[in-house]
């Protein structure tokens, strides 16, 4: 009577099938979907979990069946013994765990910067009237954070009207590009793209 998904972050994200198939397209698709949803843990309230393996895009281990004392539990998969070699590989920026290490650390550091997501800031979830598109606001006298994800495989847009009424019209910033953001006509969102915004106070 036992039901749940087992598996890496990373396998159950495409990474593994989309290596398996050495397409380029999959393998972005994959670490987008990655990066996405850190980005979601990363801006709730309460202490991120970041399970080990995760931070390099480390895959299932399908070994664990070749041990007795592991086989009849499938939750191993995900238990496996760090590649170190593998894990070296982070520091080149190009390499599949080195894009998804660097693109994490610098969303660790940003949220360390952010004094709204103080775990005194509110967090609710608020519609943004793009079934593709979530969002999280996180609130407190500290100030704001508005949290988009796209959570499909291709462009979506969020109205300027409904970015207003959350109170998060006009100029923006984003936290995780450190880029400004114009939202007068609106937001376009690229497939599988996070973004931490707050309102640029004039």
């Not at 990373?10 to 698709?29: H, K, P, T």
């Not at 070296?88 to 998804?100: A, C, L, N, Q, V």
């Not at 290490?101 to 519609?127: C, E, G, P, W």
């Amino acid at each position: 009577m036992d039901r749940r998904v087992n598996g890496s972050c990373a396998s159950l994200a495409g990474l593994e099938v989309a290596i398996e198939q050495g397409d380029a397209g999959l393998v972005d698709a994959a670490i987008g979907r990655i990066l996405l949803i850190h980005a979601f843990i990363l801006v709730y309230g309460g202490i991120p979990l970041l399970y080990m393996g995760d931070e390099i895009g480390l895959l299932n281990d399908y070994n664990y069946v070749h041990h007795p004392e592991h086989s009849a539990d499938s939750r191993w998969v995900q238990r496996p013994k760090m590649d170190w070699s593998f894990a070296e590989s982070r520091h080149d920026k190009t390499s599949i765990p080195g894009r998804i290490y660097d693109n994490l650390r610098d969303m660790i550091f940003t949220r360390k910067q952010l004094f709204q997501l103080h775990a005194n800031a509110n967090t609710s979830a608020v519609y943004t009237y793009n079934e593709q598109v979530f969002a999280l606001l996180r609130h407190s006298p500290r100030g704001q954070i508005l949290a988009l994800g796209n959570f499909s495989e291709g462009y979506q847009f969020v109205t300027s009207q409904r970015l207003q009424e959350l109170g998060f019209g006009g100029e923006l910033y984003d936290h995780i590009e450190k880029r400004a953001v114009n939202s007068r006509y609106g937001i376009t969102l690229e497939p599988f793209q996070a973004m931490w915004l707050e309102a640029v106070a004039h």
